[in-house]
């Protein structure tokens, strides 16, 4: 079956250390995201791919990196820069830009 | 900033009921979108719309552009409808790759 495969569901990590969060997707995508959702917030962009090898900051990227060498996979960093990490992760994809996307089931970071 | 809002924000309803979300943007869009967001977290992508309307199910979308204005009823709803909803405009002046989210309406449906 055709979908996003965010991996692991639940992530525990002490202040200060790195972590990468799992996005994959079998649906021939080119385009993937990821977003960040807080309580009582909407989703917000941390960073964007459209193609192979390239990718677009969105509006929270600071203290994220992320690559796009496959494109099957679109790993997420969440570095110690990142002032508040704890949120849940939301990795999606799109056939082009802005189409309609298909979504993973979520990565709930928390940082203790 | 909230180029998007969404009304209610929360919405219990019984069984059998008739349901409408609505959504408000103040951007130029290109498209619309709404979500279904389940309590374990993962997203659904319900319907993308740029004019006019279109039903699934018992699901439809309506979108008014003069007045940026959109509607998500559901019919005869049904406790498995219990949901966040989540309105979505693709920005036309914004970042390329940026949809812009509404904060979303959390919808409980009693048996």
């Known amino acids: 079956d055709g979908g996003i495969t965010q991996s692991p569901k639940y992530l525990f990590r002490k202040e200060g250390q790195n972590v990468t969060l799992s996005c994959e997707q079998n649906?021939?995508?080119?385009?993937m995201y990821w977003y960040r959702q807080d309580p009582g917030q909407g989703l917000r962009l941390i960073y964007y791919?459209?193609?192979?090898?390239?990718?677009q900051k969105g509006d929270i990227a600071e203290g994220y990196s992320v690559s796009r060498e496959k494109k099957e996979s679109f790993p997420l960093t969440v570095t110690s820069a990142q002032k508040n990490p704890t949120a849940f992760y939301l990795c999606?994809?799109?056939?082009?830009?802005?189409?309609?996307?298909?979504f993973g089931q979520g990565t709930r970071l928390t940082v203790v | 900033k909230n180029e998007v809002e969404q009304s209610p924000q929360n919405l219990t309803a019984q069984e059998e009921e008739f349901i409408t979300i609505n959504c408000s943007y103040s951007v130029g869009i290109s498209a619309l979108h709404w979500l279904q967001q389940h309590p374990g977290g993962g997203i659904v992508s319900l319907f993308m719309?740029?004019?006019g309307k279109k039903k699934h199910g018992r699901l439809i979308a309506t979108i008014n552009i003069q007045e940026k204005h959109s509607s998500l009823h559901i019919t005869a709803s049904h406790p498995r409808d219990s949901a966040v909803y989540i309105c979505?405009?693709?920005?036309?002046?914004?970042?390329?790759?940026?949809?812009?989210f509404g904060k979303g309406t959390k919808l409980s449906v009693k048996p």
């Open positions: 999606a994809s799109s056939i082009v830009l802005l189409s309609i996307a298909f």
């Open positions: 791919s459209q193609i192979v090898n390239d990718f």
């Open positions: 979505a405009v693709s920005d036309y002046g914004g970042s390329q790759g940026n949809l812009i």
């Open positions: 649906l021939n995508h080119d385009a």
């Open positions: 719309l740029s004019s």
